[in-house]
């Protein structure tokens, strides 16, 4: 480290030509994230010292974490469900499995998973000692009831569905899990962290929370369609007693327990968080989803007059596409494990960077 430190405008500068080495927004499409909503910037930097691991000393803020999970609640059609605001899925679908695991008496505990499940899931697994079995796909995209039924087994602690999945955007057929997961009495997480912001918001959608009564957790991400600062997530179980097998005792805190995977928590982001919601009501969250799924059609469409076949019908804004080789330069997007190009269209990617990708990539083709 420096003896002496730098100016503040030395300091900036310096920062300021790192930052510019980052990609525009406006050539981004393969993420899951976007710039945050104004109202969360506002209100992350409002309370940008609160420590929510210590929530004794910042009731205030405490209060509105509660807050944030009793509206997601509520949107999930429970809304007393608990949970709090996690680091992102990851840690939410680490949770998930670790009250999975407690509650489940096998020596061998298994998980029945769609193999289309986030990688955060081989991590969680990695550390908790859990053997995957990974569940294929149906011609749509969407985990294969019949093996999943044939898979689970006395070991099975934990049966895992994802609404709205990261690769392909497809929601599994969550109310036939569902009555599985109640028929052998085994937890049942829905990972939403994608689509827990999208799927509310549109219409004619089949049950995907706790509408269903064998889903047991939800895991949602506030930072990506719910446009918080990073990081949010959060994690809602159906029912509070879910969390006993995670407290443990934190002697020189405010509180005397936490079940909490990490200690120190922002308590900006989870405030940024509910400033979306509660700004943007359903009319506007409505609104914003109305639009990234028109773009996320237009898109489809538009590639599909050049013959570039969509891979399959997505239920969330992630397009995916069959045989492409080569795609217009200077454009962030991603490729899927079968080699499918996926472009997400996130609030931030708005219809004339559609319409610029496709005259690009039409060129390329022509
Ligand atoms: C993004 C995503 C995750 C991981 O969330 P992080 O916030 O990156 O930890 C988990 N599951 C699904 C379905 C996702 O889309």
């Not at 908790?128 to 009831?145: A, G, H």
């Not at 006993?244 to 909490?260: A, F, H, I, R």
């Not at 599909?304 to 069959?322: C, H, I, L, S």
């Not at 962030?332 to 004339?352: D, F, Q």
Request: contains cysteine; proline residues 6%; glycine residues 8%.
């Amino acid at each position: 480290m420096r003896e002496v430190g730098l100016s503040e405008e030395a300091l900036f500068t310096f920062l300021i030509e790192r930052k510019k080495e980052d990609l525009s927004h406006s050539r981004i499409l393969s993420s899951m994230c976007t710039p945050p909503h104004p109202v969360a910037v506002k209100a992350h930097e409002l309370f940008i010292e609160t420590n929510l691991g210590d929530p004794g000393l910042f009731p205030g803020t405490a209060s509105l974490e509660k807050l944030l999970i009793q509206r997601i609640g509520t949107l999930f059609h429970l809304p007393k469900a608990e949970g709090y605001a996690t680091s992102g899925g990851t840690e939410s679908n680490i949770q998930a499995l670790r009250i999975a695991r407690y509650r489940s008496k096998s020596e061998k505990p298994n998980v029945v998973l769609p193999e289309s499940v986030h990688f955060s899931f081989c991590k969680a697994c990695d550390m908790l000692n859990i053997e995957m079995r990974p569940v294929p796909l149906d011609k749509n995209y969407r985990m294969d009831l019949d093996f999943a039924e044939s898979v689970i087994n006395e070991d099975t602690c934990c049966l895992v569905a994802v609404a709205g999945t990261t690769e392909y955007g497809k929601v599994d057929p969550i109310p036939a899990l569902s009555e599985i997961a109640l028929d052998k009495d085994i937890f049942f997480h829905v990972d939403a962290a994608f689509g827990g912001f999208v799927l509310p918001f549109m219409n004619n959608i089949p049950p995907f929370d706790f509408k269903c009564e064998g889903v047991s957790s939800i895991a949602v991400d506030p930072h990506k369609m719910g446009m918080s600062t990073i990081p949010t997530g959060c994690i809602l179980v159906r029912d509070e007693n879910m969390w006993n097998g995670l407290k443990v005792d934190t002697p020189y805190l405010s509180v005397k327990q936490e079940v909490t995977l990490v200690g120190t928590r922002p308590g900006g982001s989870v405030v940024g968080a509910l400033a979306v919601l509660e700004y943007l009501g359903t009319k506007g969250m409505k609104a914003i989803v109305e639009g990234c799924m028109k773009n996320t059609d237009r898109l489809i469409r538009g590639m599909e007059t050049f013959g570039y076949k969509r891979v399959v019908t997505p239920d969330v804004n992630v397009a995916t596409f069959q045989d492409i080789e080569k795609v217009p330069d200077d454009w962030a997007v991603s490729w899927t494990r079968k080699g499918h190009l996926r472009i997400v269209c996130m609030p931030h990617v708005e219809n004339y960077m559609i319409e610029k990708f496709l005259d690009e990539i039409g060129e390329i083709n022509a």
